[in-house]
């Protein structure tokens, strides 16, 4: 048995993220500035659109998407019940209401049937969430926004990286949020951003992230001269630092090796727990390049343990897990308010009980792996099952 916990997900910070936070604290500029502008460039390149806007959290991303699209009291945004809270939260935020809707149950990504099936005339739009670093399918995603006239935001949070018939997850010509959380696929410890598709767009998510004032603290206070700036709505703080942007500005152009790294890590799992009583991750389809950041399996009735049996289990082996998601539906402040019978989103309901994620990042050794999958067969193998329940 490992002598040591290893942990779920770990951040691999080198030694040039270090000296480029070094390098802000000391030129002065720690807050919103040329770092953050660097990193927007850099990310506008990699995803193949020139409007991204850095934010404090991918959750600060979409309220801000919903924001500028002018969601609010009234209105109902549908999102998938199979997904992290924050998706959901974002929606509330903004004093519309989160339409929860079932997800397909091999995938776990939102069913465009059943998100279609639920528009309203209160409908403003949908947020597909490319859940597990997997795709939605663009084009009937597209087609649904075209043919019914609402909004598209795409919550990427697991997905910077991933692309969909050869074009990167976010060059779809919606609203597209990333997250940079630390156990991300790149991280800036707090921070997210969101594709604009347009320049008014992304002045006003700008604008509205630093307080709603017409010009960014940047421009405010470099040597351009002093200008006067003028508040033009109550707007927000949700700006990123040059600090964080620091350590992005180093991490992304890590992004596709860390991915191609994560993805031999998954073909080994696939090929070593092909024998358990486990449902692997849905096979990756040809056209999409998944972005690898979430590895999770499903217990299989027949593992004669609960999946929450099977985490303590490996928690005793010094393995750590992690549970993505428990879906919405199921967090007692919308099961409560909306009165969801967990029975009427069958799909979400079980992946929830019975999906975990196994340790997945680009610094796992193939003897850390080793070690998740033996500690598996020895839970799980047959023989063992019978003398624990002798
Ligand atoms: C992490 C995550 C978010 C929120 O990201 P933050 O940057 O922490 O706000 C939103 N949606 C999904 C699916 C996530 O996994």
Redesign the pocket.
């Known amino acids: 048995m490992r002598k040591e916990f290893l942990v779920f997900g770990k951040p691999a910070i080198e030694e040039a993220e270090i000296a480029e936070v070094v390098d802000s604290l000391r030129s002065g500029w720690i807050g919103s500035g040329p770092k953050v502008q660097r990193f927007e460039q850099m990310l506008g390149e990699y995803v193949g659109e020139s409007e991204v806007r850095c934010v404090s ?4 991303a ?1 309220f801000l998407a919903m924001k500028t699209l002018g969601i609010g009291a009234g209105h109902e945004v549908i999102i998938p019940a199979m ?2 809270v ?2 959901a939260n974002a929606v509330e935020h903004t004093g519309a209401k989160a339409i929860l809707v079932d997800v397909d149950p091999e995938t776990g990504l939102i069913d465009l049937d059943a998100a279609e099936a639920a528009i309203t005339p209160r409908t403003k739009a949908i947020m597909p ?1 490319h ?1 597990w670093g997997l795709p939605v399918e663009m084009d009937r995603v597209n087609s649904i926004r075209d043919r019914c006239g609402i909004e598209i935001i795409e ?1 990427a ?2 997905a910077l990286g991933a692309e969909w018939n050869g074009r990167p997850i976010g060059s779809f010509d919606n609203l597209t949020a990333y ?3 630390v156990n ?1 696929n790149i991280t800036t410890i ?3 951003a969101l594709v604009a598709r347009d320049s008014g767009t992304a002045t006003r998510i700008e604008q509205l992230a630093l307080h709603g004032l017409s010009a960014g603290a940047w421009q405010r206070f470099s040597d351009a001269g002093f200008k006067h700036y003028e508040a033009t709505e109550p707007g927000y703080k949700f700006n990123m630092t040059d600090v964080q942007a620091a350590l992005g500005i180093h991490q992304l152009p890590r992004l596709d090796r860390w991915i191609d790294r994560r993805a031999e890590i998954w073909d080994s799992y696939d090929r070593d727990l092909a024998d358990l009583p486990l449902t692997l991750p849905a096979a990756v389809p040809d056209h999409v390049r998944h972005a690898r950041h979430i590895y999770q399996v499903r217990l299989r009735p027949d593992a004669g343990l609960t999946r929450d049996q099977l985490l303590e289990e490996l928690h005793r082996r010094n393995i750590g897990t992690g549970v993505h998601y428990r879906g919405v539906h199921l967090h007692p402040y919308y099961r409560d308010r909306d009165g969801i019978d967990p029975s009427s989103l069958p799909n979400a309901t079980e992946i929830s009980e019975t999906t975990l994620s196994l340790p997945l990042h680009s610094l796992l050794t193939e003897k850390d792996r080793v070690d998740v999958v033996e500690a598996l067969q020895e839970i799980l193998a047959q023989p063992q099952r019978g003398r624990r329940s002798a």
Not at 57 to 60: D, I, K, L, R, V
């Open positions: 959290s991918c959750t600060a979409l997904t992290f924050a998706s969430v859940l919550d949070a697991h997250s940079f959380y991300k707090e921070g997210g």
